[in-house]
Protein backbone atom coordinates (compact mmCIF):
# COMPACT_ATOMS: atom_id res chain seq x y z
CA UNK A 1 0.00 0.00 0.00
CA UNK A 2 2.71 2.73 -1.05
CA UNK A 3 1.72 6.36 -0.43
CA UNK A 4 4.58 8.38 -1.68
CA UNK A 5 8.65 7.63 -2.03
CA UNK A 6 8.61 8.56 1.93
CA UNK A 7 13.11 7.47 2.41
CA UNK A 8 13.13 7.49 6.54
CA UNK A 9 14.70 4.82 7.42
CA UNK A 10 13.71 4.75 11.09
CA UNK A 11 10.12 2.55 11.73
CA UNK A 12 7.58 4.15 13.99
CA UNK A 13 6.86 1.90 16.72
CA UNK A 14 3.29 3.30 17.98
CA UNK A 15 1.04 1.41 20.68
CA UNK A 16 -2.56 1.68 20.87
CA UNK A 17 -3.49 1.51 24.37
CA UNK A 18 -7.19 -0.14 24.71
CA UNK A 19 -7.80 1.54 28.45
CA UNK A 20 -10.55 1.93 30.47
CA UNK A 21 -12.06 5.71 32.17
CA UNK A 22 -13.61 6.71 34.47
CA UNK A 23 -16.82 9.70 33.05
CA UNK A 24 -15.81 12.64 35.51
CA UNK A 25 -12.61 11.52 36.92
CA UNK A 26 -10.33 13.74 34.94
CA UNK A 27 -7.93 13.47 37.05
CA UNK A 28 -7.81 9.55 38.04
CA UNK A 29 -7.65 9.05 33.59
CA UNK A 30 -4.97 11.35 33.56
CA UNK A 31 -3.07 9.57 35.95
CA UNK A 32 -3.94 6.54 34.39
CA UNK A 33 -2.88 7.69 31.25
CA UNK A 34 0.91 9.12 33.03
CA UNK A 35 1.08 5.38 34.77
CA UNK A 36 0.37 3.83 31.37
CA UNK A 37 3.00 5.58 29.50
CA UNK A 38 5.70 5.31 32.17
CA UNK A 39 5.23 1.84 32.19
CA UNK A 40 5.03 0.70 28.79
CA UNK A 41 8.25 3.60 27.95
CA UNK A 42 10.34 3.83 30.85
CA UNK A 43 9.37 -0.34 31.47
CA UNK A 44 11.00 -1.12 28.01
CA UNK A 45 14.18 -1.16 26.67
CA UNK A 46 15.67 1.79 24.10
CA UNK A 47 14.87 -0.72 21.21
CA UNK A 48 11.80 -1.31 21.76
CA UNK A 49 10.47 1.86 23.58
CA UNK A 50 7.43 3.38 21.66
CA UNK A 51 7.80 6.31 19.57
CA UNK A 52 3.79 7.03 19.94
CA UNK A 53 0.90 6.24 22.69
CA UNK A 54 -2.61 6.20 21.28
CA UNK A 55 -5.21 6.74 23.52
CA UNK A 56 -9.25 6.24 22.73
CA UNK A 57 -11.69 9.27 22.29
CA UNK A 58 -12.63 11.46 25.17
CA UNK A 59 -10.02 9.52 27.20
CA UNK A 60 -9.49 12.16 29.91
CA UNK A 61 -13.62 13.38 30.68
CA UNK A 62 -14.72 9.41 30.03
CA UNK A 63 -17.73 8.80 27.70
CA UNK A 64 -20.06 9.77 27.06
CA UNK A 65 -19.64 13.25 29.80
CA UNK A 66 -23.03 14.08 28.78
CA UNK A 67 -23.57 17.62 30.91
CA UNK A 68 -20.41 17.79 33.05
CA UNK A 69 -19.56 19.74 29.48
CA UNK A 70 -21.64 22.27 30.09
CA UNK A 71 -19.77 22.83 33.35
CA UNK A 72 -16.63 25.53 33.60
CA UNK A 73 -15.06 23.72 36.81
CA UNK A 74 -15.50 20.34 35.03
CA UNK A 75 -13.38 22.60 31.61
CA UNK A 76 -10.97 23.49 34.25
CA UNK A 77 -10.11 20.22 35.17
CA UNK A 78 -9.41 19.28 31.50
CA UNK A 79 -7.27 22.19 31.15
CA UNK A 80 -5.16 21.39 34.60
CA UNK A 81 -5.02 17.54 33.55
CA UNK A 82 -3.64 18.31 30.13
CA UNK A 83 -0.90 20.73 31.60
CA UNK A 84 0.01 18.03 33.93
CA UNK A 85 0.61 15.22 31.50
CA UNK A 86 2.43 17.64 29.52
CA UNK A 87 5.59 18.29 32.10
CA UNK A 88 5.50 15.01 32.89
CA UNK A 89 4.67 12.16 30.10
CA UNK A 90 7.59 10.29 29.34
CA UNK A 91 6.78 10.15 25.36
CA UNK A 92 4.64 11.64 22.98
CA UNK A 93 0.91 10.60 23.42
CA UNK A 94 -2.08 11.15 21.17
CA UNK A 95 -5.25 11.42 23.61
CA UNK A 96 -8.72 12.43 23.06
CA UNK A 97 -10.33 15.46 24.94
CA UNK A 98 -12.49 18.46 24.75
CA UNK A 99 -10.79 21.64 23.33
CA UNK A 100 -12.07 24.92 23.66
CA UNK A 101 -14.59 26.68 25.71
CA UNK A 102 -18.92 26.87 26.51
CA UNK A 103 -20.53 27.54 23.64
CA UNK A 104 -17.51 27.20 21.69
CA UNK A 105 -16.14 23.18 22.50
CA UNK A 106 -14.90 20.84 20.49
CA UNK A 107 -14.56 17.01 20.37
CA UNK A 108 -10.68 16.96 19.76
CA UNK A 109 -7.62 14.92 20.01
CA UNK A 110 -4.14 16.75 21.64
CA UNK A 111 -0.75 15.48 20.77
CA UNK A 112 1.36 15.48 24.07
CA UNK A 113 4.88 15.73 23.41
CA UNK A 114 8.12 18.22 24.40
CA UNK A 115 6.26 19.82 27.61
CA UNK A 116 3.22 20.83 25.15
CA UNK A 117 -0.05 20.03 24.55
CA UNK A 118 -1.75 20.80 21.31
CA UNK A 119 -4.75 20.48 19.27
CA UNK A 120 -3.90 18.40 16.36
CA UNK A 121 -7.46 17.26 15.79
CA UNK A 122 -11.18 18.55 15.77
CA UNK A 123 -13.92 15.65 15.04
CA UNK A 124 -15.98 17.12 12.30
CA UNK A 125 -18.86 14.11 11.92
CA UNK A 126 -21.00 15.00 15.09
CA UNK A 127 -23.65 11.60 16.16
CA UNK A 128 -27.05 12.35 17.09
CA UNK A 129 -28.51 9.24 16.95
CA UNK A 130 -28.73 6.16 19.49
CA UNK A 131 -26.86 6.94 22.55
CA UNK A 132 -24.94 9.90 21.19
CA UNK A 133 -25.80 13.47 21.64
CA UNK A 134 -22.84 15.15 21.12
CA UNK A 135 -24.60 18.25 18.57
CA UNK A 136 -25.66 19.30 22.36
CA UNK A 137 -22.10 19.70 23.30
CA UNK A 138 -19.54 20.44 20.59
CA UNK A 139 -19.28 22.55 17.49
CA UNK A 140 -17.55 20.22 14.34
CA UNK A 141 -13.96 20.78 12.86
CA UNK A 142 -14.27 21.63 9.66
CA UNK A 143 -10.56 20.95 8.21
CA UNK A 144 -8.47 17.61 8.04
CA UNK A 145 -5.80 17.09 10.62
CA UNK A 146 -2.72 15.99 9.01
CA UNK A 147 0.39 16.05 11.62
CA UNK A 148 4.23 15.71 11.02
CA UNK A 149 5.45 13.36 13.23
CA UNK A 150 8.86 12.21 13.25
CA UNK A 151 9.11 12.81 9.47
CA UNK A 152 6.19 11.17 8.88
CA UNK A 153 2.34 12.48 7.67
CA UNK A 154 -0.39 11.14 9.87
CA UNK A 155 -3.50 12.16 9.59
CA UNK A 156 -6.02 11.98 12.42
CA UNK A 157 -9.91 11.14 12.84
CA UNK A 158 -12.02 10.78 15.67
CA UNK A 159 -14.81 8.01 15.59
CA UNK A 160 -17.67 8.96 13.26
CA UNK A 161 -15.36 10.90 11.35
CA UNK A 162 -14.18 7.37 9.36
CA UNK A 163 -18.18 6.22 9.13
CA UNK A 164 -18.18 8.45 6.14
CA UNK A 165 -15.59 8.18 3.07
CA UNK A 166 -14.87 11.76 2.84
CA UNK A 167 -12.65 12.38 5.99
CA UNK A 168 -10.65 9.57 5.04
CA UNK A 169 -10.34 10.91 1.44
CA UNK A 170 -9.55 14.33 2.30
CA UNK A 171 -6.86 13.32 4.95
CA UNK A 172 -5.16 10.93 1.47
CA UNK A 173 -5.08 14.17 -0.18
CA UNK A 174 -3.67 16.34 2.32
CA UNK A 175 -0.69 14.19 2.47
CA UNK A 176 -0.92 11.72 5.03
CA UNK A 177 0.88 8.39 4.44
CA UNK A 178 -1.65 6.70 7.55
CA UNK A 179 -4.14 7.49 9.99
CA UNK A 180 -4.77 7.05 13.63
CA UNK A 181 -8.42 6.87 14.63
CA UNK A 182 -9.56 7.59 18.04
CA UNK A 183 -12.67 5.73 18.94
CA UNK A 184 -15.32 5.49 21.86
CA UNK A 185 -17.47 3.29 20.00
CA UNK A 186 -20.07 1.67 21.81
CA UNK A 187 -21.02 -2.42 21.82
CA UNK A 188 -24.07 -4.06 19.84
CA UNK A 189 -24.37 -7.36 18.58
CA UNK A 190 -22.46 -7.60 15.78
CA UNK A 191 -20.74 -4.21 16.07
CA UNK A 192 -17.21 -5.49 16.13
CA UNK A 193 -17.91 -6.51 12.48
CA UNK A 194 -19.81 -3.48 11.33
CA UNK A 195 -16.48 -1.28 12.71
CA UNK A 196 -13.85 -3.80 10.59
CA UNK A 197 -15.73 -3.84 7.66
CA UNK A 198 -16.28 -0.30 7.74
CA UNK A 199 -12.47 0.89 8.44
CA UNK A 200 -11.40 -1.70 6.01
CA UNK A 201 -13.65 -0.25 3.48
CA UNK A 202 -11.85 3.34 4.51
CA UNK A 203 -8.43 1.78 3.79
CA UNK A 204 -9.05 0.67 0.33
CA UNK A 205 -11.24 3.91 -0.93
CA UNK A 206 -8.00 6.03 0.57
CA UNK A 207 -5.22 4.00 -0.05
CA UNK A 208 -4.12 4.37 3.98
CA UNK A 209 -3.51 2.10 6.74
CA UNK A 210 -5.70 3.05 9.44
CA UNK A 211 -5.24 2.07 12.77
CA UNK A 212 -7.93 2.08 15.12
CA UNK A 213 -7.89 2.43 19.05
CA UNK A 214 -11.43 1.81 20.75
CA UNK A 215 -12.45 2.33 24.65
CA UNK A 216 -12.75 -0.50 26.94
CA UNK A 217 -14.74 -0.73 29.86
CA UNK A 218 -18.57 0.55 30.82
CA UNK A 219 -20.31 3.50 31.43
CA UNK A 220 -24.13 3.40 32.81
CA UNK A 221 -26.18 1.24 29.73
CA UNK A 222 -23.14 1.48 27.53
CA UNK A 223 -20.79 -0.81 26.89
CA UNK A 224 -17.16 -0.58 24.91
CA UNK A 225 -15.84 -3.69 23.55
CA UNK A 226 -12.32 -2.78 22.81
CA UNK A 227 -11.30 -4.20 19.76
CA UNK A 228 -8.78 -2.03 19.05
CA UNK A 229 -6.93 -3.19 15.16
CA UNK A 230 -4.84 -1.99 12.97
CA UNK A 231 -5.93 -2.52 9.04
CA UNK A 232 -3.14 -2.23 5.83
CA UNK A 233 -4.51 -3.82 3.12
CA UNK A 234 -6.13 -6.39 5.74
CA UNK A 235 -6.52 -6.51 9.26
CA UNK A 236 -2.79 -6.73 10.33
CA UNK A 237 -3.55 -7.38 14.11
CA UNK A 238 -6.25 -7.25 16.79
CA UNK A 239 -6.48 -6.59 20.56
CA UNK A 240 -8.65 -9.02 22.60
CA UNK A 241 -12.08 -7.38 23.66
CA UNK A 242 -13.33 -6.77 27.08
CA UNK A 243 -9.76 -6.36 28.31
CA UNK A 244 -7.44 -3.48 28.86
CA UNK A 245 -4.64 -4.28 26.47
CA UNK A 246 -2.16 -2.74 24.34
CA UNK A 247 -1.82 -3.42 20.61
CA UNK A 248 2.07 -2.29 19.35
CA UNK A 249 2.94 -1.91 15.58
CA UNK A 250 4.99 -0.51 13.36
CA UNK A 251 5.19 1.80 10.71
CA UNK A 252 7.26 2.55 7.54
CA UNK A 253 5.83 5.11 5.64
CA UNK A 254 4.03 2.52 3.58
CA UNK A 255 1.94 -0.10 5.82
CA UNK A 256 1.53 -1.65 9.23
CA UNK A 257 3.30 -4.25 10.60
CA UNK A 258 2.56 -6.17 13.70
CA UNK A 259 3.99 -6.18 16.35
CA UNK A 260 1.61 -7.32 19.56
CA UNK A 261 -2.03 -8.58 19.13
CA UNK A 262 -3.62 -11.24 16.88
CA UNK A 263 -6.21 -11.29 14.22
CA UNK A 264 -9.46 -13.41 15.54
CA UNK A 265 -12.59 -13.49 13.93
CA UNK A 266 -15.85 -12.48 15.76
CA UNK A 267 -16.64 -14.05 18.80
CA UNK A 268 -19.41 -16.57 19.40
CA UNK A 269 -22.87 -14.68 19.36
CA UNK A 270 -23.22 -15.68 22.56
CA UNK A 271 -20.44 -15.37 23.65
CA UNK A 272 -19.47 -12.00 22.78
CA UNK A 273 -23.21 -10.87 24.58
CA UNK A 274 -22.53 -12.46 27.52
CA UNK A 275 -19.29 -11.10 27.76
CA UNK A 276 -21.16 -7.39 27.47
CA UNK A 277 -23.16 -8.47 30.25
CA UNK A 278 -20.77 -9.62 32.40
CA UNK A 279 -18.23 -6.25 31.88
CA UNK A 280 -21.38 -3.86 32.25
CA UNK A 281 -22.14 -5.41 35.47
CA UNK A 282 -18.57 -5.19 36.59
CA UNK A 283 -17.91 -1.84 35.98
CA UNK A 284 -21.30 -0.33 37.40
CA UNK A 285 -20.87 -2.02 40.53
CA UNK A 286 -17.21 -1.37 40.64
CA UNK A 287 -17.18 2.40 39.50
CA UNK A 288 -20.15 3.14 41.59
CA UNK A 289 -18.40 1.73 44.47
CA UNK A 290 -20.87 -0.67 45.67
CA UNK A 291 -19.50 -3.67 48.12
CA UNK A 292 -21.39 -6.87 45.50
CA UNK A 293 -24.53 -7.56 44.72
CA UNK A 294 -27.71 -8.99 46.27
CA UNK A 295 -30.37 -10.39 44.04
CA UNK A 296 -33.63 -12.32 44.51
CA UNK A 297 -33.77 -15.74 43.53
CA UNK A 298 -36.90 -17.38 42.33
CA UNK A 299 -36.13 -21.02 40.82
CA UNK A 300 -36.46 -19.14 37.31
CA UNK A 301 -34.22 -19.04 34.30
CA UNK A 302 -34.03 -15.02 34.60
CA UNK A 303 -32.80 -15.06 38.10
CA UNK A 304 -30.40 -17.76 36.99
CA UNK A 305 -28.93 -16.03 34.34
CA UNK A 306 -28.77 -12.74 36.22
CA UNK A 307 -26.60 -14.84 38.97
CA UNK A 308 -24.13 -16.16 36.51
CA UNK A 309 -23.23 -13.17 34.98
CA UNK A 310 -22.86 -11.64 38.62
CA UNK A 311 -21.02 -14.24 39.66
CA UNK A 312 -18.73 -14.17 36.93
CA UNK A 313 -18.43 -9.95 36.79
CA UNK A 314 -17.78 -9.95 40.95
CA UNK A 315 -16.84 -13.05 42.16
CA UNK A 316 -19.15 -14.92 44.28
CA UNK A 317 -17.69 -13.75 47.61
CA UNK A 318 -19.29 -10.51 46.36
CA UNK A 319 -22.71 -12.01 45.87
CA UNK A 320 -25.71 -12.89 47.76
CA UNK A 321 -29.56 -14.56 47.17
CA UNK A 322 -32.80 -14.39 48.75
CA UNK A 323 -35.50 -17.00 47.67
CA UNK A 324 -38.65 -15.29 49.39
CA UNK A 325 -41.47 -18.23 48.82
CA UNK A 326 -45.27 -17.68 49.29
CA UNK A 327 -48.04 -20.15 49.11
CA UNK A 328 -47.89 -20.17 45.42
CA UNK A 329 -43.98 -21.16 45.40
CA UNK A 330 -43.47 -24.92 43.98
CA UNK A 331 -41.32 -27.06 45.25
CA UNK A 332 -39.35 -27.31 42.31
CA UNK A 333 -38.56 -23.90 42.63
CA UNK A 334 -37.44 -24.09 45.94
CA UNK A 335 -34.97 -27.18 45.46
CA UNK A 336 -33.75 -25.38 41.94
CA UNK A 337 -32.99 -21.86 43.88
CA UNK A 338 -31.36 -24.27 46.73
CA UNK A 339 -28.63 -26.31 44.20
CA UNK A 340 -28.31 -22.96 41.46
CA UNK A 341 -26.92 -20.89 44.76
CA UNK A 342 -24.90 -24.25 45.72
CA UNK A 343 -23.34 -24.50 42.26
CA UNK A 344 -22.43 -20.85 42.10
CA UNK A 345 -21.25 -21.27 45.83
CA UNK A 346 -22.98 -17.73 47.04
CA UNK A 347 -24.59 -16.78 49.94
CA UNK A 348 -28.02 -17.84 50.29
CA UNK A 349 -31.12 -16.99 51.92
CA UNK A 350 -34.48 -18.16 52.71
CA UNK A 351 -37.22 -15.50 53.77
CA UNK A 352 -41.12 -16.36 53.67
CA UNK A 353 -43.21 -13.42 52.06
CA UNK A 354 -46.03 -15.60 53.43
CA UNK A 355 -46.87 -14.13 56.85
CA UNK A 356 -46.06 -10.31 55.43
CA UNK A 357 -48.37 -10.97 52.59
CA UNK A 358 -51.39 -12.48 54.62
CA UNK A 359 -50.95 -9.64 57.11
CA UNK A 360 -51.79 -6.78 54.32
CA UNK A 361 -54.56 -9.04 53.08
CA UNK A 362 -55.95 -8.45 56.56
CA UNK A 363 -55.07 -4.89 56.85
CA UNK A 364 -56.40 -3.96 53.05
CA UNK A 365 -59.26 -6.18 53.12
CA UNK A 366 -62.13 -3.33 54.23
CA UNK A 367 -60.50 -0.78 51.63
CA UNK A 368 -60.96 -3.61 48.65
CA UNK A 369 -64.56 -4.33 49.97
CA UNK A 370 -64.71 -7.56 49.00
CA UNK A 371 -64.19 -6.99 45.53
CA UNK A 372 -62.87 -10.94 43.61
CA UNK A 373 -58.94 -11.60 43.61
CA UNK A 374 -57.06 -10.08 40.40
CA UNK A 375 -53.68 -8.82 39.63
CA UNK A 376 -53.93 -6.32 42.88
CA UNK A 377 -52.88 -9.40 44.76
CA UNK A 378 -50.17 -10.61 42.53
CA UNK A 379 -48.53 -7.24 42.39
CA UNK A 380 -48.49 -7.16 46.50
CA UNK A 381 -46.91 -10.25 46.43
CA UNK A 382 -44.11 -8.64 44.69
CA UNK A 383 -43.78 -5.49 45.98
CA UNK A 384 -43.05 -7.52 49.57
CA UNK A 385 -40.13 -8.97 48.14
CA UNK A 386 -39.37 -5.67 46.40
CA UNK A 387 -39.28 -4.32 49.96
CA UNK A 388 -37.34 -7.30 51.60
CA UNK A 389 -34.44 -6.76 48.50
CA UNK A 390 -34.18 -3.70 48.97
CA UNK A 391 -33.94 -3.71 52.65
CA UNK A 392 -31.05 -6.51 52.56
CA UNK A 393 -29.33 -3.37 50.59
CA UNK A 394 -30.06 -0.67 52.81
CA UNK A 395 -28.43 -2.73 55.67
CA UNK A 396 -25.32 -4.43 53.89
CA UNK A 397 -24.70 -1.60 51.47
CA UNK A 398 -24.96 -4.45 48.49
CA UNK A 399 -26.89 -3.23 45.89
CA UNK A 400 -30.04 -5.18 44.23
CA UNK A 401 -29.41 -6.57 40.44
CA UNK A 402 -32.88 -6.88 38.93
CA UNK A 403 -33.47 -9.77 37.01
CA UNK A 404 -36.17 -8.97 34.42
CA UNK A 405 -35.73 -9.09 30.88
CA UNK A 406 -36.47 -7.08 27.48
CA UNK A 407 -39.17 -9.21 26.39
CA UNK A 408 -41.17 -8.38 29.94
CA UNK A 409 -40.05 -4.67 30.19
CA UNK A 410 -41.72 -3.97 26.36
CA UNK A 411 -45.13 -5.66 27.77
CA UNK A 412 -45.29 -4.49 30.94
CA UNK A 413 -44.86 -7.99 32.09
CA UNK A 414 -43.51 -6.62 35.65
CA UNK A 415 -44.34 -4.73 38.75
CA UNK A 416 -43.24 -1.39 39.42
CA UNK A 417 -42.10 -1.20 43.04
CA UNK A 418 -41.59 -4.79 43.48
CA UNK A 419 -40.17 -6.87 40.83
CA UNK A 420 -38.71 -4.21 38.94
CA UNK A 421 -36.43 -2.42 41.82
CA UNK A 422 -32.85 -2.49 41.91
CA UNK A 423 -29.86 -0.70 40.87
CA UNK A 424 -29.13 -2.41 37.67
CA UNK A 425 -30.64 -4.54 35.18
CA UNK A 426 -28.34 -6.52 33.17
CA UNK A 427 -30.76 -8.23 31.14
CA UNK A 428 -32.90 -5.58 30.64
CA UNK A 429 -31.87 -5.25 26.49
CA UNK A 430 -31.73 -9.30 25.93
CA UNK A 431 -35.03 -11.07 24.85
CA UNK A 432 -36.36 -13.81 27.09
CA UNK A 433 -35.94 -16.38 24.18
CA UNK A 434 -32.03 -15.29 24.15
CA UNK A 435 -31.99 -15.91 28.00
CA UNK A 436 -33.08 -19.32 27.26
CA UNK A 437 -30.09 -19.50 24.69
CA UNK A 438 -27.52 -17.93 27.19
CA UNK A 439 -28.53 -20.45 29.31
CA UNK A 440 -27.70 -23.44 27.39
CA UNK A 441 -24.25 -21.81 25.81
CA UNK A 442 -23.42 -20.83 30.00
CA UNK A 443 -23.82 -24.49 30.74
CA UNK A 444 -21.72 -25.43 28.21
CA UNK A 445 -18.78 -23.44 28.93
CA UNK A 446 -18.82 -23.47 32.69
CA UNK A 447 -15.23 -24.45 33.20
CA UNK A 448 -14.33 -21.37 31.32
CA UNK A 449 -16.14 -19.17 33.55
CA UNK A 450 -16.57 -20.56 36.84
CA UNK A 451 -14.53 -23.86 37.33
CA UNK A 452 -17.95 -25.84 37.55
CA UNK A 453 -18.61 -28.66 35.89
CA UNK A 454 -21.93 -30.03 34.54
CA UNK A 455 -24.96 -28.11 34.44
CA UNK A 456 -24.69 -25.12 36.56
CA UNK A 457 -27.84 -23.74 35.55
CA UNK A 458 -29.94 -26.99 36.03
CA UNK A 459 -31.85 -28.09 33.28
CA UNK A 460 -34.85 -28.13 34.51
CA UNK A 461 -34.77 -24.50 35.39
CA UNK A 462 -33.89 -24.10 31.39
CA UNK A 463 -36.73 -26.77 30.57
CA UNK A 464 -39.79 -25.76 32.80
CA UNK A 465 -42.61 -23.52 31.38
CA UNK A 466 -41.96 -19.76 32.52
CA UNK A 467 -43.78 -18.52 35.38
CA UNK A 468 -43.95 -15.75 38.03
CA UNK A 469 -45.85 -18.12 40.75
CA UNK A 470 -48.18 -15.28 42.35
CA UNK A 471 -51.30 -17.24 41.55
CA UNK A 472 -52.18 -21.14 41.42
CA UNK A 473 -50.61 -22.79 38.75
CA UNK A 474 -49.74 -19.56 36.20
CA UNK A 475 -47.89 -19.57 33.38
CA UNK A 476 -46.43 -16.84 31.60
CA UNK A 477 -48.44 -18.30 28.69
CA UNK A 478 -51.67 -17.60 30.15
CA UNK A 479 -51.45 -13.87 29.44
CA UNK A 480 -48.92 -13.71 26.89
CA UNK A 481 -48.24 -15.40 23.29
CA UNK A 482 -45.49 -18.32 23.66
CA UNK A 483 -42.07 -16.35 23.67
CA UNK A 484 -40.59 -17.58 20.82
CA UNK A 485 -43.83 -15.66 19.07
CA UNK A 486 -43.73 -12.74 21.42
CA UNK A 487 -39.92 -11.81 20.71
CA UNK A 488 -40.88 -12.05 17.05
CA UNK A 489 -43.48 -9.59 17.17
CA UNK A 490 -41.50 -7.20 19.69
CA UNK A 491 -38.61 -7.34 17.29
CA UNK A 492 -40.43 -6.32 14.46
CA UNK A 493 -42.54 -3.53 16.22
CA UNK A 494 -39.51 -2.23 18.80
CA UNK A 495 -37.02 -2.37 16.96
CA UNK A 496 -37.64 -2.24 13.23
CA UNK A 497 -40.82 -0.04 13.32
CA UNK A 498 -43.16 -2.27 11.83
CA UNK A 499 -47.05 -1.48 11.79
CA UNK A 500 -50.03 -4.01 13.14
CA UNK A 501 -50.67 -4.10 9.67
CA UNK A 502 -47.46 -5.17 8.21
CA UNK A 503 -46.58 -7.71 11.49
CA UNK A 504 -49.78 -9.65 10.58
CA UNK A 505 -49.14 -9.69 6.90
CA UNK A 506 -45.72 -11.65 8.12
CA UNK A 507 -47.88 -14.18 9.02
CA UNK A 508 -48.29 -13.43 13.01
CA UNK A 509 -51.75 -14.10 14.51
CA UNK A 510 -53.45 -10.54 14.57
CA UNK A 511 -55.31 -10.91 17.59
CA UNK A 512 -51.47 -11.56 19.31
CA UNK A 513 -50.14 -8.72 17.74
CA UNK A 514 -52.69 -6.42 18.74
CA UNK A 515 -52.51 -6.88 22.52
CA UNK A 516 -48.44 -7.20 21.90
CA UNK A 517 -48.52 -3.86 20.63
CA UNK A 518 -50.80 -2.84 22.82
CA UNK A 519 -49.16 -3.58 25.77
CA UNK A 520 -45.97 -1.98 24.92
CA UNK A 521 -47.61 1.15 23.89
CA UNK A 522 -49.10 1.34 27.47
CA UNK A 523 -46.32 0.17 29.65
CA UNK A 524 -44.00 2.85 28.79
CA UNK A 525 -44.52 5.00 32.32
CA UNK A 526 -43.27 1.35 33.65
CA UNK A 527 -39.92 1.41 31.51
CA UNK A 528 -39.17 5.31 32.96
CA UNK A 529 -39.52 4.20 36.10
CA UNK A 530 -36.91 1.12 35.37
CA UNK A 531 -33.42 0.51 36.51
CA UNK A 532 -30.61 1.34 34.06
CA UNK A 533 -29.46 -1.81 32.27
CA UNK A 534 -26.79 -2.72 29.81
CA UNK A 535 -27.44 -1.64 26.08
CA UNK A 536 -26.82 -4.68 23.80
CA UNK A 537 -29.38 -4.01 21.16
CA UNK A 538 -29.05 -1.26 18.35
CA UNK A 539 -32.33 -0.37 19.89
CA UNK A 540 -32.34 -0.72 23.50
CA UNK A 541 -35.04 0.94 25.46
CA UNK A 542 -33.74 3.72 28.13
CA UNK A 543 -31.54 6.03 25.83
CA UNK A 544 -32.45 4.91 22.46
CA UNK A 545 -35.72 4.70 22.23
CA UNK A 546 -37.23 7.73 23.64
CA UNK A 547 -41.33 7.68 23.77
CA UNK A 548 -44.18 9.74 25.64
CA UNK A 549 -45.93 7.98 28.45
CA UNK A 550 -48.87 10.52 28.15
CA UNK A 551 -50.06 9.38 24.10
CA UNK A 552 -53.05 8.87 22.51
CA UNK A 553 -50.80 6.31 19.59
CA UNK A 554 -51.92 2.56 19.78
CA UNK A 555 -53.71 2.59 22.76
Known sequence: MTTNNHTNTHSLRIVLCQVNSLVGDVKGNADRVLEHAKQLYLGADEENQPDLLVFPELILTGYPPEDLLLRSQFLQLIEAALAKLAENLPCPVLLGAPAG???????????????????????????????????????????????????????????????????????????????????????????????????????EESGLPIAYVNLHGAQD???????????????????????????????????????????????????????????????????????????????????????????????????????????????????DAQLIADNFKVKYHITSIESTFKASLQELSPLFGGAAVDTTEENMQARIRGMMVMAMSNKTGLMVLTTGNKSEYAVGYSTLYGDMVGGYAPLKDVSKTLVFELCRWRNAVANTWSGANGEIIPQRIIDRPPSAELAPDQKDEDSLPPYDILDQILERYVERLQSVEEIVAAGFDEGDVRDTVWRVNINEYKRRQSAPGVKVTPYAFGRERRYPITSGFGK
Open 101 to 203: RLGGLYNAAYLIQEGKAGVVCRKQNLPNYGVFDEKRYFVPGSTSSVIDFKGYQIGVAICEDLWSESVAGSLQQAGAQCILSLNASPYHQGKQQERVNTIRQRS
Open 221 to 335: EVVFDGGSFVVSDTVVSQATRYQSVDLAFEFNGESFNAVSGLVEGELDKLEDLYSALVLATRDYVNKNNFKGVVLGLSGGVDSALTLAVAVDALGAERVQCIMMPSRYTSDMSLN
